[in-house]
């Protein structure tokens, strides 16, 4: 499970999308319009006053695509902000496998 003191740090990608790294060396490219409102709402963002959307559908106030436009401003503003992780980079297969599966199975490739 990632510590909760880690965090990770909005950057820059290549192609004028985003990347999200953390303290431990681990990043993710976020290529996805679709995406970037949840990861704006990590950094601060909020989608629409009303709380009745997470950004990726529209509500009474204002369509999704208004809010992902939103979004990725908010996000090109915020480059190089850090934040506490909130377990974006946590070992899912921790919840399936027992950590020496894990390992077992990143020494055969499977």
Do not use: K
């Amino acid at each position: 499970m990632a510590d909760r003191s880690d965090t990770i740090t909005l950057e820059r990608g290549q192609f004028g999308d985003f990347e999200i790294v953390s303290t431990t060396g681990q990043s993710t490219l976020i290529t996805l319009d679709w995406d970037y409102p949840g990861i704006a709402s990590t950094f601060g963002w909020s989608p629409c006053d009303c709380g009745d959307t997470d950004g990726t559908v529209d509500c009474d106030h204002r369509t999704a695509s208004e809010m992902i436009e939103s979004a990725t401003e908010y996000l090109d503003d915020h480059i190089g902000d850090s934040v506490t992780d909130p377990g974006y980079f946590e070992n899912l297969n921790s919840d399936y496998f027992t950590e020496e599966e894990v390992n077992d199975n990143r020494r055969t490739g499977v």
